[in-house]
């Protein structure tokens, strides 16, 4: 008997992925049937985006994975019709374009580059920036992305501290977690980077008590989610100068309203959710991973932790 995958994403994508999907499922010799629609109870494996349309899987008698091809999974992580497996997407082409991103604006940050664009008054100040190992940069959130990035700034010999929820264990990077020790990261912070999954107890990570820990005039960089940050707060800091700038890829409504007050503030930049994006061709090759363990009886990686949501 074939294994039936349904494709559950936005319609546009279905021709971008199923020669994908179809290549690399063949090469591992798999017999599989790729669609959009199944009858439900003859489905194997989801592809899953909340886009898609699926979102009561009790009829997905059948079932034995949904495969999410996005990095977030707080859009589906609580559905209580979904009782399979659930993987979320980690694939190194999204991985690579964070890294890209994330040190192209924390180095801009360290060099103090927007003076150099932005301000062309004739004045030669040749303010000199310090090297990297004398700058402290914090990553918020240590699962795969976080971890990638502080690999990244640390190889550039930046002094690189992280937070999460759990013990980590990275060398170069001064791993922290609990109450405790995320005062003690935000307190040396130049710039905080962050990368924390949205749950319900990461939402205002970054609120009026956490930015007042921050030395004053740090810098803020978010292309996690949205919800990790207290805007009202933010915006209050960066009025103050208690936080000097901050460049923000995510928000809690998208697109960004236009008449929100981060358009407007000088102090703040920013950028249309384009930080990081699932790669096709890498993505592929993740949920083809997948759905090869799941048939030969191996565990399946990515999988979700239901009660920590991500």
């Not at 062309?120 to 990553?139: K, S």
């Not at 992305?145 to 502080?150: K, P, R, Y």
């Not at 130049?190 to 924390?196: A, S, T």
């Not at 205002?204 to 740090?218: I, R, S």
């Given at each position: 008997m074939s294994v039936n995958v349904l494709f559950s994403a936005r319609p546009a994508l279905w021709p971008v992925y199923e020669p994908l999907l179809t290549q690399y499922l063949d090469e591992a010799g798999l017999d599989v049937q790729l669609g959009t629609e199944f009858e439900p109870d003859q489905v194997d494996y989801v592809v899953y985006a909340p886009n898609g349309g699926v979102q009561?899987?009790?009829?997905?008698?059948?079932?034995?994975?949904?495969?999410?091809?996005?990095?977030?999974?707080?859009?589906?992580?609580?559905?209580?019709?979904?009782?399979?497996?659930?993987?979320?997407?980690?694939?190194?082409?999204?991985?690579?374009?964070?890294?890209?991103?994330?040190?192209?604006?924390?180095?801009?940050?360290?060099?103090?580059?927007?003076?150099?664009?932005?301000?062309?008054?004739?004045?030669?100040?040749?303010?000199?920036?310090?090297?990297?190992?004398?700058?402290?940069?914090?990553?918020?959130?240590?699962?795969?992305?976080?971890?990638?990035?502080?690999?990244?700034?640390?190889?550039?010999?930046?002094?690189?501290?992280?937070?999460?929820?759990?013990?980590?264990?990275?060398?170069?990077?001064?791993?922290?977690?609990?109450?405790?020790?995320?005062?003690?990261?935000?307190?040396?912070?130049?710039?905080?980077?962050?990368?924390?999954?949205?749950?319900?107890?990461?939402?205002?990570?970054?609120?009026?008590?956490?930015?007042?820990?921050?030395?004053?005039?740090?810098?803020?960089?978010?292309?996690?989610r949205g919800p990790l940050i207290d805007d009202d707060a933010l915006l209050d800091a960066l009025n103050t100068g208690q936080v000097g700038h901050a460049t923000l890829d995510v928000f809690r409504v998208e697109p960004l309203p236009a008449d929100h007050a981060y358009w407007a503030h000088p102090n703040v930049t920013v950028t249309p959710h384009i930080a990081s994006e699932t790669r096709p061709v890498t993505a592929a090759q993740v949920i083809c991973e997948n759905i090869r363990r799941g048939e030969a009886g191996e565990p399946f990686v990515h999988l979700v932790d239901r009660t920590l949501g991500y």
């Open positions: 009561d899987f009790r009829p997905f008698t059948r079932l034995k994975a949904v495969l999410s091809l996005w990095a977030g999974v707080e859009k589906i992580v609580g559905n209580e019709t979904l009782t399979v497996p659930l993987a979320r997407m980690v694939d190194h082409g999204l991985t690579q374009g964070m890294i890209e991103w994330v040190v192209g604006h924390v180095l801009r940050y360290h060099l103090g580059m927007d003076r150099h664009i932005t301000v062309q008054d004739g004045v030669w100040t040749p303010d000199v920036p310090p090297l990297a190992q004398e700058r402290n940069v914090c990553v918020l959130g240590l699962g795969a992305l976080g971890e990638a990035v502080a690999r990244a700034l640390t190889a550039l010999e930046f002094q690189v501290s992280g937070w999460s929820r759990t013990a980590k264990d990275i060398p170069g990077v001064t791993c922290l977690h609990d109450a405790e020790g995320l005062r003690q990261a935000l307190s040396h912070a130049e710039i905080v980077v962050l990368l924390l999954p949205d749950t319900p107890t990461t939402e205002n990570a970054l609120n009026a008590e956490t930015l007042a820990l921050l030395p004053k005039g740090a810098r803020i960089i978010n292309p996690g």
